[in-house]
């Protein structure tokens, strides 16, 4: 924020005046107050034609308005995703997130980019915890927080096709750590290391912690800046933001009273977690609430592009040791699974 220095992504400002303006003037539009004396129901189907860009944008904000309920758009491909999801940061309606393809093949061991893993993260954690990740740091004698809007979450088909873990197994690997509470350095060291940390003289990019004395410094890959925990013996004197590339801590930032540190890795932890247990994996589909308006953008070339990713899954599949693979629907939903 301008006020404190501080840069963290995914959090969106609410509407402004005029924003608000302009989804109330697509609410006066005789189409739209068609859809608000009849809004959808479960198990209805509507086909809307003929909007593109920033109409397309101002309906669905407008229609989430209407129905309070979560909105998940897919898309047929990730450009189409992106254009969705500029189109509604214009809006900045509430609870907008993006769910980004990760751009790995299926069993591809490579990491996705920090980025758009950050960008996962905050999704999953804004509708497990209906706070945006940016709050999880939270400063000292904060406001009460308001109820949390309904999530509006893009995402491109292919999104859905890899599985995440589920919102239990994600909880499991979610470290919180607290102003004031016993802080066991190596504990903590051994712990991030799991979460796919790496451990190096200085934190200076995502993905990296440090420990130095009395000081640990932790750079997750859900904030633009890294946290640095002062101790004082074993207990945590201070938590605060600092920047990377000085090492010292952001003028003005706030004093926090504690941090949730999400993994840094992926695809590792989806396949230790999917060879622990093959329920510990699911699609992004299965995270939303039952009463989520789903907006299929394109939907003709859906199956084009599920059958296109099943061929491949099994054919990388059958490339590999069976013996020592799991099969692609463990790790990956199958056309017929999205259907349903």
């Known amino acids: 924020t301008a006020k404190t220095g501080v840069r963290i992504p995914l959090a969106l400002p609410m509407p402004s005046p005029y924003q608000k303006h302009l989804i109330q003037q697509v609410a006066n539009a005789s189409a739209m107050h068609a859809l608000e004396l009849h809004p ?3 198990g209805d189907f ?3 034609h003929n909007l593109s860009g920033g109409a397309r944008a101002l309906v669905i904000a407008r229609l989430q308005q209407i129905t309070d309920c979560p909105v998940l758009i897919v898309t047929a491909d990730a450009e189409a995703a992106e254009g969705w999801y500029d189109d509604l940061h214009q809006v900045s309606p509430p609870g907008l997130h993006f769910f980004p393809m990760t751009e790995t093949l299926p069993y591809e061991i490579d990491e996705p980019v920090i980025d ?3 960008k996962q993260y905050g ?5 497990r915890r209906g706070e945006d990740a940016a709050i999880t740091a939270a400063p000292k004698a904060r406001e009460e927080a ?3 809007a309904p999530v509006l979450l893009v995402a491109p088909l292919e999104a859905l096709q890899h599985k995440i873990p589920t919102p239990v197994a994600l909880d499991k690997l979610v470290l919180t750590l607290n102003w004031g509470e016993t802080f066991d350095t190596e504990k903590i060291a051994h712990r991030l290391v799991e979460l796919g940390y790496e451990r190096q003289a200085m934190a200076e990019t995502r993905g990296e912690f440090s420990v130095r004395g009395n000081i640990v410094d932790i750079f997750p890959p859900h904030f633009e800046n890294p946290v640095r925990f002062d101790l ?5 004197e201070s938590i605060r933001f600092f920047d990377s590339t000085t090492q010292r801590s952001l003028r003005g930032g706030p004093e926090l009273e504690r941090i ?3 993994p840094a890795k992926l695809i590792s932890i989806t396949k230790n977690l999917a060879e622990e247990s093959v329920d510990a994996l699911c699609s992004l589909a299965d995270w939303m609430p039952e009463n989520t308006l789903v907006v299929l953008d394109q939907p003709e070339k859906f199956d084009e592009a599920l059958e296109r990713f099943d061929l491949i899954a099994q054919k990388r599949y059958e490339e590999r040791d069976a013996a ?3 099969r692609p629907a463990v790790y990956y939903a199958d056309k017929v699974t999205l259907h349903q």
């Open 324 to 326: 020592e693979t799991l």
């Open 260 to 262: 949730t540190i999400l």
């Open 232 to 236: 004082f013996g074993d207990e945590v």
């Open 40 to 42: 959808p129901q479960s």
């Open 123 to 127: 999704a999953m954690h804004y509708l």
């Open 46 to 48: 509507v086909r809307l």
């Open 116 to 118: 758009l893993l950050a």
């Open 146 to 148: 308001t109820p949390a």
